[in-house]
């Protein structure tokens, strides 16, 4: 890994005079944050019965005390391994829809009780008892209920997993209409190292806000960071896909453009901000910063692709959801969002 913290692109202009992006261009100014969207709205977090679900609960719990965000839980019953005709599951999602949640009371009052154990108080969040595919029915739940952010477990994905389609996580974060927050077993609480994927669109630079937004409070002890990274997509004949904040960069310079950046993210001066340039591929080098600095959130814009693409140039987002080792927030575009 090439790094050089204060390296500008070999395509950015010389910054001669200070400049700065226009709004047109930097595409931030009235956007609502993460943090914005959860103090006046709603949070989903996906449980399970197993240990998996302790980290999603307290990141879940740790973002409801800082914002009073409205949090509500879904467990989804599996039935898509089922031996049963194509018509099937759908027709047992379509029935758990019109018979309601009175016939899982106990199952939820059961979760209820998980996670007041896990939290060491009382838990009072609803609990929604689905039947399904459990990606499609978090999305159909989460979108259903205008959720802000879903926040889920996350592990390690190896091939046999893949051929199974056992990416639940992967799966929402491609198609979620709000951010989704994946969560490592490891992680309990909000993160305090995040590194950020920077290309200068509006999918990264939302990314930035976001992993600001869920930073553990520096006032709470150890030390807060945050670390913006840009590789340069020109090196190593790889980069972010669509490349959506090169023209911002040549006029203005890398330097600048973070610069300004650091300025409009305005965290709190006791968080230690820096940002870096890299030259290679986006996924590997944020996994291998991720790795040195023991960073325990990536956050990153999301592409959308269609299948064949993401065959043909891969993604970004799946490369560092499937690694597995380090806790990920996934920004998805703003055409896509509810």
């Known amino acids: 890994m090439v ?7 070999p395509h950015a202009t010389p910054d001669v005079t200070p400049q700065v992006a226009t709004p047109a261009e930097w595409q931030i100014a009235g956007d609502t944050s993460l943090g914005d969207t959860l103090r006046t709205g709603r949070l989903l977090v996906a449980v399970t019965d197993g240990p998996e679900t302790a980290g999603p609960v307290t990141v879940a719990h740790a973002l409801e005390r800082r914002y009073a965000a409205a949090v509500s839980a879904i467990e989804v019953i599996d039935i898509s391994n089922a031996a049963l005709p194509g018509p099937l599951p759908a027709a047992f999602t379509l029935a758990r829809d019109l018979i309601g949640d009175a016939p899982y009371a106990n199952d939820a009052r059961a979760r209820r009780q998980q996670l007041s154990q896990l939290l060491g108080e009382p838990n009072d969040w609803p609990v929604h008892i689905a039947l399904g595919t459990p990606a499609t029915e978090i999305l159909r739940h989460g979108q259903a209920q205008g959720v802000g952010l879903i926040v889920m477990g996350l592990r390690r994905h190896g091939l046999v997993d893949r051929v199974f389609r056992d990416e639940t996580t992967l799966s929402v974060a ?5 951010p989704v927050f994946g969560v490592v077993p490891g992680l309990r609480g ?3 190292n995040a590194i950020v994927g920077v290309d200068f669109g509006p999918a990264s630079i939302r990314a930035a806000r976001a992993a600001r937004d869920v930073l553990a409070s520096p006032a709470s002890g150890a030390p807060v960071s945050l670390l913006l990274v840009y590789v340069n997509p ?4 790889a980069g972010w896909e669509e490349n959506a904040g090169e023209a911002l960069i040549r006029r203005l310079g890398v330097a600048a453009a973070f610069e300004q950046l650091v300025r409009e993210l305005d965290v709190p001066k006791e968080v230690m901000v820096d940002w870096a340039v890299v030259n290679g591929q986006a996924g590997t080098e944020l996994l291998a910063f991720a790795t040195e ?3 325990d959130l ?17 993604s970004v987002t799946t490369e560092i ?3 597995g080792r380090c806790s990920v927030l996934v920004i998805p575009p703003a055409d896509v969002r509810g």
Do not use: K, M, T
Request: proline share 2%; aromatic share 4%.
């Open 3 to 9: 790094l050089d913290s204060r390296r500008s692109s």
């Open 174 to 178: 491609r198609r979620a209409h709000a």
């Open 190 to 192: 909000l993160p305090r």
């Open 234 to 237: 020109y090196a190593g004949g």
């Open 293 to 295: 600095r023991g960073a």
């Open 298 to 314: 990536i956050a990153v814009g999301s592409q959308r692709h269609e299948r064949v693409e993401r065959w043909i140039v891969g």
């Open 321 to 323: 959801v499937r690694d």
